[in-house]
């Protein structure tokens, strides 16, 4: 893990999605994990609004692929109720992650073996400070050298905005 961050209300998890998208490039995969209800589908609201998406983004659950254009194509992936390779294999993965866009998977863990050997692990979880105020604890993992500049510099821009 290379850092973790903390946000006590929805628009603040909103705003760092939206502040980590200035520092995502063509060909990014980002795969959100973390429990139900822990804020993987406002974070991925807040980075197309980064990207200059105009559009109002909601949760592929059923649809599974939701595809957006702003500064770059968003392409926003819920892997949960995807069963089996045959279901995995019609999507063609593969080509969202080779194109020219950001590509967000909700629930990467069901597809993990699809992944490419390069993406940005973002792990959500939902606790409570010493007050009983519900937080978000929100972790950064980057998988591959290349992410840990990024995340790095990433990092670096949120604690000089503290």
Known sequence: MLFTMQTKEPEETFALGERLAAFLYPGTVVALTGELGAGKT????GVAKGLGVKEHVTSPTFTIINEYQGHLPFYHIDAYRLEGTGEIDELGLEEYFNSSGVVLI????????YLPSSFLRIHLDKEWDESGQEIRVISFFPVGSEWEN?????????NTRN
């Open 42 to 45: 406002l974070f991925a609201q």
């Open 106 to 113: 909700e629930w990467p863990e069901r597809i993990q073996d």
């Open 150 to 158: 990024v995340i790095g510099e990433f990092e670096e821009s949120e």
